[in-house]
Each structure stands twice: as structure tokens, then as C-alpha cells.
């Protein structure tokens, strides 16, 4: 059996034919930052831009979240993003239960290699399949979970920010429980 390592990650999302996703793609989007980060963002599929670029969060909601972090003094390339599923979903629909659990193997595996200490939801989907499928994002968001000896928060996609500007102070309340989480566990030190 093969150890597991990112080159083996790599190659299994680049063959991956679990679900019909790949089949109308042109990239897939496996995620990217730092591979050893402490903090890993998990939201919910690839956009169009990030489609057509095979990168997560880079077309206007991955602009915000860039910027979200900032806002806390965290520069994006020292944390791991990616998303529930690889592949976008048609007209940026929300994945479908099958896409999700397909895709699941691909996210154990980054999980598993990045090893974070927190791991921030972005939005409804990746709370649901990471946390609990009864999860609301609107009653949930802001609370603090510890699985495995990892803490994690859901809060709003970016994309739901760019939506409804009402949720931007509990989307900000929220990235500073997240900075003073990564204080309390001495996180980021250099930064924060």
C-alpha cells in the first residue's frame, strides 16, 4: 500500500471519476496554501473562476475572504484553503449529498496531511458534511467545536457576505473568535 503524501492526494483528485462532476469541468480544484498550516478553511465547492483557474477562492468571494483574513493580520499563503467537493457543481449549485460523500475520501486525505489545530467552516455545505447535517448556519455560526483535538467554528461563506452585507458584523465577530482562538492555542505568534 502506498504511504499517504501529497503526491499520491494530487494524483488520486486528478483521476478521480467518483461522481459526475468531472465530466463537465475544466479544472479541478484541489486546494492550495501552506501544506503544514495550522489553520485549514473548508468551504463549499469551486466557482467558475476557480474552474476556469484550478485554484480555490480566487474569483469575488475568495477576493473577500483574502481580504477577511487580512483583517485579522493572517496572509492567505500561511493557511490551507479548499472545499467540500473538487469539481464545480453546475451553475454553481450547492453539491449534491452523493457529490459531497464521493469527495470525502479527497478531504480526509488533505485533513490527514495538513494536520490543523483549526479548521473555520465558510458557509452551510461545509459545516454540514464536516460538523452535523442539521447545522443552520444563521442559530450555529460563531460556536466553537472540538473534534479529535481540533477546534472548529462555522461562519458565513464569503459569498453569502457579497449577498446580504447585514451578516458582515457577525461574519467579523466571527474571524475574531478565530483570531483569539489562534492566540489561546499560540498560533501565528509571529503575526497575531
Not at 14 to 20: F, G, L, S
Not at 26 to 43: F, N, R, W
Not at 108 to 119: E, F
Not at 150 to 164: E, K, N
Request: charged fraction near 25%; include cysteine.
Amino acid at each position: 500500500m502506498e504511504e499517504i503524501s501529497w503526491e499520491l492526494f494530487e494524483r488520486q483528485v486528478a483521476a478521480c471519476r467518483r461522481c459526475p462532476l468531472y465530466a463537465h469541468i475544466q479544472h479541478k480544484v484541489p486546494g492550495q496554501g501552506d501544506p503544514h498550516a495550522p489553520l485549514m478553511l473548508i468551504g463549499e465547492g469551486p466557482g467558475q473562476t476557480e474552474d476556469e483557474q484550478g485554484l480555490a477562492f480566487v474569483g469575488a468571494a475568495g477576493q473577500l475572504l483574502t481580504r477577511m483574513l487580512s483583517a485579522i493580520h493572517l496572509p492567505r499563503e500561511r493557511v490551507y484553503i479548499c472545499n467540500i467537493v473538487k469539481c464545480r457543481p453546475p451553475m454553481n449549485r450547492v453539491p449534491a449529498p452523493e457529490e459531497a460523500e464521493a469527495c470525502r475520501i479527497h478531504l480526509r486525505m488533505q485533513t490527514w496531511l495538513v494536520r490543523p489545530r483549526v479548521i473555520l467552516l465558510l458557509g452551510a455545505t461545509a459545516a454540514r458534511y464536516t460538523l452535523d447535517p442539521n447545522i443552520r448556519i444563521t442559530r450555529d455560526r460563531g460556536k466553537w467545536v472540538q473534534r479529535k483535538g481540533v477546534w472548529m467554528m462555522p461562519t458565513y461563506h464569503p459569498s453569502a457576505l457579497l449577498r446580504d452585507e447585514s451578516k458582515k458584523p457577525e461574519a467579523w465577530a466571527d474571524l475574531q473568535s478565530l483570531r483569539d482562538k489562534l492566540k489561546e492555542l499560540g498560533l501565528y505568534t509571529d503575526l497575531l
